[in-house]
Nanobody
């Protein structure tokens, strides 16, 4: 049974930082590209960041470039999202995903709430 469990969300002031973690189990983590998505209230889920299985290549939605960094530790079966210079518009539920393609993925986590106050 595959499980992706996110943690690290919370309430932070604008300009602050949070680090999200996603612990994976039940799959061969090291062969899966991993990604983060988010869904704000009243909006569709959107792609945020993606990292290749080896960790060598990453890509980001334009609005987070230079502020967010995706990384992974294959020895710990964990993917991270370091979020700096947070803005109120970053407020959303953040989801971890295994093998994300466009707006689909093989597996999804349950989500973690990130709230940025102005």
């Amino acid at each position: 049974q595959v499980q992706l469990v996110e943690s690290g969300g919370g309430l932070v002031q604008a300009g602050g930082s949070l680090r999200l973690s996603c612990a994976a189990s039940g799959l061969t983590f090291s062969i899966y590209p991993m990604g983060w998505f988010r869904q704000a209230p009243g909006k569709e889920r959107e792609f945020v960041a993606r990292i290749k299985s080896s960790g060598g290549r990453t890509n980001y939605i334009d609005s987070v470039k230079g502020r967010f960094t995706i990384s992974r530790d294959n020895a710990k079966n964990t993917v991270y999202l370091q979020m700096n210079s947070l803005k109120p518009e970053d407020t959303a539920v953040y989801y971890c995903a295994a093998n994300p393609r466009s707006d689909v993925a093989d597996y999804w986590g349950q989500g973690t709430q990130v709230t940025v106050s102005s």
